[in-house]
């Protein structure tokens, strides 16, 4: 009887909260769609009513959009507030835009706790920023950008315990005759919001140059900055890079135990939004967070400072991360310059500069300002020479690589697991040679059985050293493979004609065969001896190339299910060239697109991967008439490509190439040092920039380096492991210091790396966190000292145990988990930032200019401007009858 009344109150509970939420802001309306450009200010008006619609009892949408504004001259910024609409935690999970690049340059929105208005729209260009108090930038939309996406269980937290009470929606408007019409704009956004806990929390660690000086005519000033990081663990998602006129590159690394690993890359010129992150680089108490501005002071006639008008410079790199609920931070930032030392070991890449085509300039450019229209022309100019930047990029043989011998068969492909090991897949002591197919491309040696050595050797990237071994009495030709997100092998076999796909904890579980077993064929059942794989890192999706007898690339789904097909590509479609051994593929996660090397026509496609469409085709003289293998680097917009030996015609010199895939240009060539090419098969980039090549004729890989060896480096550090029963007391002592001095974090690290070695770097990956700085009292000391006893007692248990095991038989490293998404932000923005109060007290700057953007100035300026190869090695057959239509 009592179940009657309590649903009662529970429903009148409900009803009452959301007329509450109604009630509470008279801005609050149902939700109707339509467009941002409206002629009618009325419908407009109606439409800008922020809105909030249920979808659940936690999940709801809120639409925050301009007024129906007109702004009044160029290069504007115009901010409006809306309360957050709940006096609850709510969370963020996804952002939706509404905007048009014909009139929105681009568009911003924060979180802070007083924005400078709270009742109409406001120029927030002039003296009026975004806040009163600190804002935290959460989303960015730039004209011709994609757009912002969250992971999964990831969400910036608003409301009662996150110190945002609202939100603050900026957008620059650049060229106000898009205006003519009189219309009214409501560009803006939708927010996808819950009021359910998210474990992960998402916050901003923004890295700031803040005494960088450009000398005038100077082609070449690097502006460094670099920070140690005292806080718990957080992990990268996105970054978005900032600078004016002048900058060529920005680029962000984590450092650890010497090791630059690259978090992301992006030319300032283009357009200014958050593009995803390395995926595979988290970042533990004991690193360095460092950035590389580049710019050039040619065209410049005087010293150009950091400053927030659009004669000054800026250098900022954000990086947007998800961190704990238990510890999460919502803002991190580090301005100080760093040092020489450290800078000397940074990856060439970091000054290479990233060529933005003339097209996409002028589209950026703002009509009205003749000096801005200088800039730009003269950073154009310095574009066509851009590869005097280049200078210093060059990939060397590393002669000691590697250490001991690999004894290999014919190395037919090359591949990165999960943990950025090296993986080699080779051929053993079967070869591919003239009897090894008949005239119908069918196997002729089943008699001998599958190939009985390891054919999958997992090697460490450093040193040569296998650190596991599979792929017994599975294959008898291989020929390519690739890795998925779960760390699977997509590999295929030109003698079985199939695509497998392979457990790699050791057990050589085949999970998924497409194809039919000896039997060549050309319908979507059958392949004909095909080359390589590649796996969409978003939706799971694979490509085939097939292959010696096929001329084709297939689309699966990633359980197997066939998608499409299509053919060679053409900008000229009456001159279509169909594919002459589609031999490599690589798929181009910033691009969506996948890249073919078509072998015998010596050239690289390139396709959009959902259509299908082509996009365009790279072809070299220097080539020779062939292209074997391809792999690309998103981090530098980098294919690297190995050719090959002609049997028709003229070949060239042997030897891999660096490309710039946006111009198209070779920017580096490279060849051993002590011996000579002989087949190269397959390549493969690491996230360090070394790059790898498997030479199936000299049955050998090859190791390829901008850095020499005698300059890597190891910091000092300090490496301990989070224990659980360690937790109480690592929180008691340590208070997260997001901005800790780095001279100070440095002789801190090297007092405790006296007492204690590094541990493994599996293990520090699993489990890491702040350490007690030692100058807090000798007491500490002993107890770390006493509980450090039993751990390295477990240690030396584990290890031992490991090593008996790894006698008996192989064990696979298991990679280390990221550790899921982060939680709770707690209390106020911790060490945020307020450039206009920053440079309101530094030289003499003032605030005007620096608060429009809270981080950043004026964006002003960027409106203003297998036939045979060898006697024994893969030949060409003719295409067998299609088995079926």
Not at 159 to 187: K, T
Not at 305 to 326: A, L, P, R, V, W
Request: net charge negative; proline share 6%.
């Amino acid at each position: 009887m009592m179940g009657v009344p309590v649903c009662c109150v529970v429903m009148l509970a409900f009803i009452c909260h959301s007329h509450s939420l109604e009630t509470q802001n008279p801005l609050y309306r149902p939700k109707r769609s339509q467009e941002n450009v409206w002629s009618d200010p009325s419908d407009c008006v109606l439409r800008t009513k922020q809105s909030q619609v249920f979808t659940n009892s936690h999940n709801f949408s809120v639409d925050i959009r301009m007024p129906g504004v007109v702004p009044s001259a160029s290069d504007t910024y115009l901010c409006m507030a809306f309360p957050v609409p709940t006096s609850r935690d709510a969370f963020i999970v996804d952002f939706i835009p509404h905007a048009s690049m014909d009139t929105v340059h681009h568009m911003l929105l924060f979180g802070c706790q007083t924005p400078f208005s709270t009742s109409n729209y406001w120029d927030c260009g002039s003296v009026q920023g975004t806040c009163e108090d600190e804002a935290s930038i959460m989303y960015a939309w730039a004209q011709n950008a994609p757009p912002t996406k969250l992971p999964k269980d990831v969400g910036f937290k608003v409301g009662r315990n996150s110190g945002m009470s609202y939100f603050v929606l900026q957008i620059h408007y650049g060229d106000v005759s898009a205006f003519r019409d009189h219309h009214r704009d409501c560009s803006g956004l939708t927010l996808k919001m819950t009021s359910k806990p998210q474990p992960f929390i998402a916050g901003i660690y923004l890295l700031m140059s803040v005494d960088t000086v450009i000398l005038p005519g100077k082609r070449v000033t690097n502006a460094d900055i670099g920070c140690d990081y005292t806080s718990y663990p957080f992990y990268p998602f996105a970054f978005r890079t900032h600078t004016h006129h002048l900058g060529k590159v920005v680029s962000g690394y984590r450092i650890r135990d010497g090791k630059w690993s690259l978090i992301g890359r992006q030319s300032p010129q283009l357009p200014q939004a958050f593009y995803p992150a390395n995926k595979e680089v988290n970042v533990k108490y004991g690193d360095i967070i460092a950035a590389r501005c580049v710019f050039t002071g040619e065209g410049r006639i005087s010293k150009t400072y950091i400053g927030g008008t659009s004669d000054d410079e800026m250098c900022n790199f954000y990086i947007m991360y998800y961190m704990d609920s238990k510890h999460a931070i919502p803002y991190m930032n580090c301005m100080e310059t760093g040092s020489k030392e450290l800078f000397e070991h940074i990856p060439a890449e970091a000054n290479v500069p990233i060529a933005i085509s003339p097209g996409h300039m002028n589209s950026m450019m703002h009509m009205g300002h003749s000096t801005d229209h200088q800039d730009n022309r003269s950073l154009m100019d310095t574009n066509k020479g851009g590869q005097a930047l280049d200078q210093d990029y060059h990939l060397e043989q590393v002669s000691a690589w590697p250490q001991s011998s690999l004894q290999l068969g014919q190395v037919s492909g090359l591949a990165l697991d999960s943990d950025s090991n090296l993986v080699i897949f080779h051929r053993g002591d079967h070869h591919w040679g003239t009897d090894s197919f008949n005239s119908q491309a069918r196997y002729q040696q089943r008699s001998l059985g599958p190939i009985q050595q390891s054919t999958i050797l997992v090697v460490n990237p450093t040193n040569g050293n296998i650190l596991k071994a599979s792929g017994r009495n599975l294959f008898y030709l291989p020929h390519g493979i690739t890795t998925d997100k779960e760390n699977n092998y997509w590999v295929t076999d030109v003698a079985l004609h199939q695509v497998l796909k392979v457990s790699s904890d050791g057990r050589d579980r085949t999970l998924l065969a497409l194809g039919e077993a000896f039997t060549p064929g050309s319908d979507n059942n059958h392949f004909c001896q095909p080359t390589d794989v590649a796996v969409d890192t978003d939706t799971g999706n694979i490509f085939v190339s097939d292959g010696y007898c096929n001329a084709r690339i297939l689309k699966f789904s990633s359980d197997g299910r066939y998608l499409s097909e299509w053919g060679a590509g053409s900008s000229d479609r009456r001159r279509r060239i169909p594919f002459r051994i589609p031999h490599s593929l690589v798929f181009l996660p910033d691009r969506q697109e996948v890249c073919v090397a078509d072998r015998e026509n010596g050239r690289i496609q390139c396709f959009i991967a959902e259509t299908g469409e082509f996009v365009k085709e790279i072809k070299k003289e220097e080539f020779g008439g062939e292209v074997f293998a391809i792999t690309y680097s998103p981090a530098g917009g980098l294919i690297f490509a190995v050719n090959g030996k002609s049997l028709y015609g003229h070949s060239a010199p042997l030897r891999g190439f660096a490309i710039n895939y946006s111009t198209k240009d070779v920017l580096d060539t490279f060849i051993p040092e002590k011996k000579e090419f002989e087949m190269p098969h397959d390549i493969v980039e690491t996230r360090d920039g070394s790059v790898f090549v498997g030479d199936a004729g000299s049955k050998s890989v090859f190791k390829f380096t901008t850095e020499k060896a005698h300059r890597s480096v190891k910091k000092a550090g300090i490496e301990v492991q989070e224990l659980e029963e360690m937790e109480t007391f690592v929180k008691t002592k340590v208070r997260p210091e997001p901005n800790m001095s780095k001279t100070a974090a440095i002789q801190q690290k090297q007092t405790v790396s006296q007492q204690s070695q590094p541990q493994g770097e599996a293990e520090e990956e699993k489990k890491s966190g702040p350490k007690p700085n030692k100058e807090q009292g000798v007491l500490p000391a002993i107890i770390t000292t006493l509980l450090l006893i039993p751990l390295l007692l477990v240690i030396s248990i584990g290890v031992f145990i490991c090593w008996r095991k790894n006698n008996q038989h192989e064990v696979k490293t298991e990679s280390s988990a990221v550790g899921g998404i982060l939680g709770k932000i707690r209390g106020k923005a911790v060490g945020s930032l307020n450039l206009g109060n920053f440079f309101a007290s530094h030289k003499g700057y003032s605030r005007q200019g620096f608060d429009q953007l809270s981080t950043e100035g004026s964006d002003q300026e960027r409106n203003d401007e297998e036939s045979s190869d060898s006697e024994n090695e893969e030949y060409s057959v003719l295409p067998p009858p299609r088995s079926s239509p």
